[in-house]
Structures are given as C-alpha cells and as structure tokens.
C-alpha cells in the first residue's frame, strides 16, 4: 500500500470543512425540531417518537452508502466527494421547506428526508479522514474536524434568537413556527451547501493503488445486503466494544436533543408549551392569554436554543485545545474519552437542580466536552483497526452503533417520563446523565491503539 503523505492544517482544514455545513444541519435539527413539532401542535410525550424517523433513516442509509462510496471511483469528484454532493442539496431544500410545514405529518416526513439527506453527506466525511491521513494524523484530524463541528453547533443554535435580536418576530399564531426560525434555517440551507462545496473544489482524493484491481472487483461485486450482514457479522472486537459505549453515548444525546426544549422550558424557564386546544380563540381574554403564554413559551425556547449553543462553543475550546496537543504528542485516547464522558453525565445531571437559566452556560459546557470526544475519539480509537479498503462500509455499520440507542430512545423515553416520572421531562436529561456515565465505564473494554511516532506540527 502507498504511504499517505502527512498533510497541512489548511489542506486538513478544508478537508473537513463541509462539516460545517452538516453541522449546521444537525444543530437546527437538533434544537428546534421539537419545537417545531409542539408549534404544530404535538405533546411533549409524543416528541421522541417523532423523531424516531431520524435514527431508522440513519440506520438504513449509512451502512449502504459506505458499501458503496467504497466501490466508487470518478474521475474527478473521486470516491467519496459525489456523495458529499447529493446529500448536500438534498439536504438544503430539506432545510428550506422544514418551517413552512402545515401540519405535524408533514414536518415529521420532512425530518425523515432532511436526515436521510444529511448521512449520505455524513457518512463518506469520517472516512475521508481515514482515506487520505496516515495513522500518526488521525487523531488531529478527527479533531479538527470536531473543532468545525463545534463551530456550526454553537452558530446554528444562536441563530434563531440572534434573529430576533435583530427584530424579526419569533412568534407567530397557532400552529405558524415563528419567521425568526424560517430564516434561520433557510441561512442554515445556504452554509450547508457552501461549505460541502469548499471541501469538493480544495480536496483530491488518492486513487485505489491498483486501479484495474478496483475495476475488476467492483464488477464482480456480490449483492451489497449480504456483503453488509457479512461485515457486521466479521467486524472487528475493538468496534463491538467500542459501540457499547457508543451506545450509551448516543442515547444520552438523542435524550437532549428530543426532550431539551420542553425539559428546560418547563423545568428552568417555568414557561411551558400552551396547547390551543384548550384555548377558545373566539373569547379575546382567552385569545389573550394563549398569545401571552406562547410568546414566554417561544422567547424561552429561543434562550434554550442559545444555551445549548455552549455545548458546541465549549467543544470547539476542547478540540481546539486537543488538536494543539495532538499535533504534537500522541493522546491517550480511551483516557481523554473517559473523562469527558464523566464531565458530559456531569453536566446533564446538574440540569436537574437548575433554577437560575444562566447556569445552563456550565452544564452544556461540560456536556460539550463530551461532545467534542464523542465526535473525535471512537474514531480515532477505530480506525487503525480497520482494512482501509473498507474503510467506508465500517464506518457506516460503526455508525449503526449511532442510531440504534437513539431508535431504543424514540421508542421508549416518552412512555417512560409519561409512567415512571409523572411525564415531567426534564427526567429525560437525567437520563442523559446516567447514560453517559455508563458509558465511561464501559470503556474499559477498549484498547488503547498504539501509535508509532507523535504527530509533526501542522504548518498553516
């Protein structure tokens, strides 16, 4: 096998830049999707259902699209740049028509299309880290990519309220979502597809060493559902052990992600979604009240946004720090990703004895330092384990390890908080807690990979 060259900051950088954009994805997605559902008119007990349309998706398309950005080769766009390409436009008119959607059905399928279209870009960005840096960079270069993750989480989760800072209305009347969420993910449309852009017109991908091998076995190839069941039965010890704590990791998340808005804004913000049902609209003091309590409901909504904004501000400051370090010396991965993952069930934990909101600043910067290894570091752990030549299909069944607890999630967490803890749901983000901290301890099932020299520092 040819020896990869060690690569720059800026040629790394721009390598990973279309994250931005799919972080952009997932942060409007992921902050205010439940408060466009409660907007059209769902119950908090209902929201993580809702979102199981998120995980299926995941699971059906990130082993698939691996398989076969594995077996693609074009002469220009390469192996792994066409599919950053179509997911980035698909996801874009996602984007772009999610807010405007009438009805709760219609948003639902429209999170589905949105998802699906964000991991066929997804999926081929974590192994072209793989594909084009040398065991030594991987760390650095899951890292840096973390570092642009953060970035766009913390910028997309500010944007609807830095909207209507700018005195663009964030509310609207029963079943509307609010202008200043319409333009924020129709900004969120447009980052997208730039940046995937930058990263398709500044990166070349290296061709398989043995091109007429590469042609020659992709037209013998078998049926691709046998060769994934195949790959998932034979896949290495290191990523079953690994997606223990993935799972654990990503159930943690998904709890966040589904369940934050109405878990803060009743919990914190004591600010709690109105349902217009119980509101005769024909009586202008019941009218009244129903336009007073949706704007305390949204103008908190908007603050939760923001704050869950630090979890991305604080794990870009933890990549940033990381890959300062990683440029340099060799990082322990499995200690650095036990760490955070106690600082992250920490900072959930907290959540619960809140009743100021500015201290959620501190619990979603601790629970950004989870973000930032959560998203870095079962990667790097991996990698080295894995046959470069399918560099691709494993990452996309490691990413199964994704989507399976989030799919446990949607299906479980809402009948949970609605039996066991009197359907009051900032129990979902104690939850979180717990999952995470589980999931620390659980890494002592991994090995730490060994790597043979530290990383040069990264000219820029």
Known sequence: ??????????????????????????????????????????????????????????????????????????????????????????????????????????????????????????????????????????????????????????????????????????????????????????IGAFVFLASILVTVFTTREYPPDDMEAFLRQRRTQGNFLAEIFRHVRTMPSQMRSLGVVQFFSWLAFFAMWSMATPALTEHVFDAPAPDPARFDMADPIAAAAFTQANGAFQNAADLVGSYMGYYGLSSMVVALLLSFYAARRPLNRRAVHFSALLLGGAGFLSMWFIDQPVWLIVSFALVGVAWASILSMPYALLSSHVDPERMGIYMGIFNMFIVIPQIVAATLLGPVIRHLFDNEPIYALVISGASLIAGAFFLHRVHEPAVDTPLPAASH
């Open 1 to 186: 096998m040819t020896a990869k060259p060690t690569l720059s900051f800026w040629q790394i950088w721009n390598m990973s830049f279309g994250f931005l954009g799919i972080q952009f994805g997932f942060a409007l997605q992921g902050g205010f999707m439940s408060r466009i559902f409660q907007t059209l008119g769902a119950d908090k007990d209902q929201l993580p259902l809702l979102w199981i349309a998120a995980p299926l998706t995941g699971l059906l398309v990130q082993p698939i699209i691996g398989y076969f950005s594995d077996r693609t080769w074009h002469p220009w766009l390469g192996r792994r740049r066409p599919y950053f390409l179509v997911g980035a436009v698909l996801s874009s008119i996602a984007l772009l028509a999610m807010p405007h959607s009438p009805a709760l059905w219609m948003a639902a399928g429209l999170l589905w299309v949105l998802d699906a279209s964000i991991n066929i870009s997804m999926e081929p960005f974590r192994a072209l880290v793989a594909d084009k840096l040398p065991e030594r960079q991987r760390s650095y270069g899951f890292v840096l990519q973390t570092l642009i993750i953060g970035i766009g989480t913390w910028v997309a989760s500010n944007l609807p309220w830095f909207i209507a800072q700018l005195g663009v209305p964030n509310e609207a009347g029963p079943g509307v979502v609010p202008p200043s969420v319409k333009i924020a993910f129709a």
